[in-house]
């Protein structure tokens, strides 16, 4: 299991950002979207909510809501999303994720 530093970073890497915009204020879509996608991470490593909410400075009910919004970009065909899914992809496979695993939690 990777510690949640890491697996902000490794999300930062692929959503073309910093580690401290995903801890930070910024509530740009990018930002937001590497912020999910770090928080997710941290799901499937088995933190828990409350854990991610303190790493990445938000409310236990927001990263509930970010991981939902996950859930949904995957299922959704619009173009965005597809590039969200695939960089979730690369960062599940950097973090030693199985691909098979971000499947099942759709």
Known sequence: MLNKITLIEIAAEKFC????VIRGKSRTQ????????????????GYT???????????????SKGLDRVH??????????IVYHRSLNEACLDAGIPIDEVIQED
Do not use: G, P
């Open 17 to 20: 950002t910093t580690s401290n």
């Open 30 to 45: 990018r930002a937001s979207y590497a912020r999910d996608a770090a928080s997710y991470l941290m799901h499937l490593q």
């Open 49 to 63: 909510h409350e854990e991610i909410a303190r790493c990445v400075n938000r409310h236990r009910t927001s990263v």
């Open 72 to 81: 949904e970009r995957m299922r959704s065909n619009a173009k965005d999303c």
